[in-house]
Structure formats: C-alpha cells, structure tokens
C-alpha cells in the first residue's frame, strides 16, 4: 500500500486545514487508517484513526472535538478535517494503515505516507 498525504500548511489560529491521505496498491477498504503527528523535538503523536468501513472513529484527547477523520472508499482516500487550530498543533502529519480495525500505537501500523506539515501562528 504506499500512501501519500497532501494538505498541510501555514494557517493562523482558530483557522482550519484539511488533510488528504491517497492510497494505492492494495484494497483499501480492508485497512484501518490513523493519523499521526511529530512535533519538533516531540515523540510520535496519535491523532485520530478510522476503521476499515468508517463505522468506527477514535481522537486524541488533545484533539477531540476540532478534528474529524472520515474516509471514501470509492476514492481511496482517508481525510483529517482540523478546525480550531491552536499553535500546539504544528507538526507534520502523517497517514498510515493496518488491516481492518485502527490502535493508537505507532508501531502497530504497516504503512506510513511522508508526511505533510502544518504549521499554526499565533
């Protein structure tokens, strides 16, 4: 599955971005999607991850609320809408998968787009 993310940017706060994670390769609509984020000089950060068929969504605490994952199946792409964006949430953005059903855990994803940056002035 190689997956590529687009959508990142300079906005200012209380502004909205939304990310776009395209997929190929595979079936998408077997894999759980999440999103990820890295702060500079910050460890790997769980976002939001969606299951295979979007019945099921999951947020971070520090996100709940202002962001909303969905998916397309018919178009291979997972979103990451962010609304009320805060300073805090600079960092690139990542996409990944694994079969099925979503975790929290980094490690437990298969695949993993490049990243797209989202920078957030205050």
């Known amino acids: 599955v190689q997956l590529q993310a687009s959508g990142g940017g300079l906005v200012q706060a209380g502004g909205s971005l939304r990310l776009s994670c395209a997929t190929s390769?595979?079936?998408?609509?077997?894999?759980?999607m999440g999103w990820f984020r890295r702060a500079p000089w910050k460890e790997r950060e769980f976002v939001s991850h969606i299951n295979w068929n979007g019945g099921s969504t999951y947020y971070a605490a520090s996100v709940k609320g202002r962001f909303t994952i969905s998916r397309d199946n018919a178009k291979n792409t997972v979103y990451l809408q962010m609304n009320s964006l805060k300073p805090e949430d600079t960092a690139v953005y990542y996409c990944?998968?694994?079969?099925?059903?979503?975790?929290?855990?980094?490690?437990?994803?298969?695949?993993w787009g490049q990243g797209t940056q989202v920078t957030v002035s205050s």
């Open positions: 990944a998968a694994r079969v099925l059903v979503g975790t929290v855990n980094h490690y437990d994803y298969d695949y």
């Open positions: 390769g595979r079936t998408f609509s077997r894999y759980a």
